[in-house]
């Protein structure tokens, strides 16, 4: 695929490491490239970073036909700048699509756009500690009408930003609130695709969690209301007498990366983890009696996130003395510790741009 360049006229200064934060700064350029029924991908371009012109009518503004993914570029101690596990990004981005009734890109092209925008932008990588290029693809629904159908034209994007360390002061344990009242999707419904809709309807429980001094909530199962799912845009890991337990991908869950990485990375040292159903019942027994050793949150975005306090209904628990567990220290050093570049990958999870 032939990806034209246009370089901006006006680059931006760099910001400086210690304000970057989240997604507040974009580099100069980002990559499109449209989709037309008929004719498949076209026009695949990098472009100097601008505002987008959209129809008013355009399907993604009435009927949120939109998916994204998450990836970051590492700047490693020899300068270099790599990338962890980009193919699962695109995987899990056709997943989407195909839930979303939107284009497919294929494989091969979606890497090379990725790669080839990273390398063009790669000078915005920062290096302090802890800090990285986090990169969003997204993609949406363009047609020019209000009728409802699936969509017949489309746009990808990919724009990076500079992100700062997602713990500057050490790994403060969060505070998590398990959510009862709203539910954040059901199987069958949106719940495996990485959606903007899903982050809108949960808005409203992470509004109110915050309200009461807590970080992120809990989802438990649409259903029933019961079962432990994911915690706000992370999954979801517990040690409880032992024993690692996730949430098991029912098809209400996003299937991420790093949830996958622990878990090979667990199974390669020796540890058991037991993707299945965990109720609420169960988690409220080991909180009550002592055995929940550790909990944490996986994403791309925080790698491993400690829980220190978990609230339900009315009780608060505290977890790991709201310290964080040994086991969830192990697992934000390693997974860093390949992302970063200091340690080996064994897993050849890492690509070298
Ligand atoms: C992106 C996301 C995750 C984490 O996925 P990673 O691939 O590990 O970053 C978990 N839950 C939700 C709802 C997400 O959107």
């Not at 997204?138 to 699936?150: K, P, Q, S, Y």
Request: charged fraction near 25%; include cysteine; glycine fraction near 10%.
């Amino acid at each position: 695929m032939n990806i034209s360049f246009t370089k901006t006229a006006c680059p931006k200064e760099k910001p400086d490491s210690s304000v970057l934060g989240f997604g507040k700064y974009f580099t100069d350029h980002m990559f499109m490239m449209d989709y037309t029924e008929g004719e498949g991908w076209h026009d695949a371009r990098i472009v100097p970073f601008e505002n987008l012109s959209i129809h008013p009518a355009s399907t993604v503004l009435h009927y949120g036909s939109e998916i994204f993914e998450g990836l970051k570029a590492y700047r490693r101690k020899d300068g270099k700048v790599q990338l962890f596990r980009p193919i699962e990004n695109i995987r899990r981005m056709n997943l989407s699509a195909e839930r979303l009734c939107l284009p497919q890109i294929p494989e091969d092209i979606a890497l090379q756009a990725l790669t080839e925008f990273v390398k063009t932008e790669q000078d915005w990588t920062p290096s302090a500690e802890g800090t990285s290029l986090y990169l969003r693809p997204f993609m949406f629904g363009n047609d020019e009408t209000l009728g409802v159908h699936a969509v017949h034209n489309a746009t990808y994007i990919i724009i990076a930003s500079p992100v700062g360390s997602y713990y500057k002061e050490g790994i403060n344990p969060v505070k998590i609130m398990i959510e009862a009242d709203d539910v954040r999707a059901v199987r069958g419904g949106t719940g495996m695709a990485k959606c903007g809709g899903n982050y809108a309807a949960s808005n409203r429980a992470g509004k109110r969690a915050e309200e009461k001094g807590y970080s992120q909530v809990l989802w438990l199962d649409g259903v029933e209301r019961k079962y432990i799912e994911e915690v706000g845009a992370m999954n979801v890991m517990f040690k409880i007498n032992g024993e690692i337990v996730t949430p098991a991908l029912s098809g209400s869950i996003l299937s991420g990366i790093t949830r996958k990485s622990i878990i090979e990375l667990l199974n390669s040292e020796g540890y058991k983890v037991s993707e299945r159903l965990l109720s609420i019942d169960e988690l409220s027994a080991a909180l009550e009696n002592g055995t929940l050793e550790e909990a944490w949150g996986c994403g791309t975005a925080a790698v491993v996130s400690p829980i220190g306090e978990l609230s339900y209904k009315d009780k608060v628990y505290t977890v790991s003395n709201g310290k964080i567990g040994e086991l969830t220290q192990h697992l934000y050093d390693t997974l860093t510790g390949i992302q970063w570049g200091k340690i080996e990958d064994k897993f050849n999870w890492t690509v070298e741009l």
